[in-house]
């Protein structure tokens, strides 16, 4: 699986008991679609608790995303093999 997480905050207007009230929902690229809440800020908890879910292990998450086209939560080929070379282990003794 290979798929890409690049979620977005859908926003629209909806009839609610109370009036019209803005929506917000989570969904991202990969299929999922999170609950929908009138608050934006519970989106986007929803939205930062998927890409938790789907980040790979801290060494193998992206630590150039600029330079390297990808996401900080996207597992990174280039970084990986960064890791690999020797002289680089020192890195995770850190804490
Ligand atoms: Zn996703
Ligand atoms: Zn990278």
Redesign the pocket.
């Known amino acids: 699986m290979s798929?890409r997480?690049?979620?977005t905050i859908a926003r629209w207007r909806e009839e609610t008991s109370q009036g019209e009230a803005w929506c917000y929902q989570a969904r991202?690229?990969?299929?999922?679609e999170m609950d929908e809440h009138y608050a934006r800020g519970r989106a986007v908890r929803d939205r930062d608790e998927?890409?938790a879910e789907?980040a790979p292990p801290p060494a193998e998450r992206c630590r150039a995303p600029r330079a390297h086209g990808s996401r900080s939560w996207d597992r990174c080929p280039l970084c990986v093999d960064q890791l690999a070379l020797p002289g680089l282990e020192a890195w995770g003794a850190v804490g």
């Open positions: 798929a997480h690049r979620p991202c690229s990969c299929g999922v998927h890409l789907v």
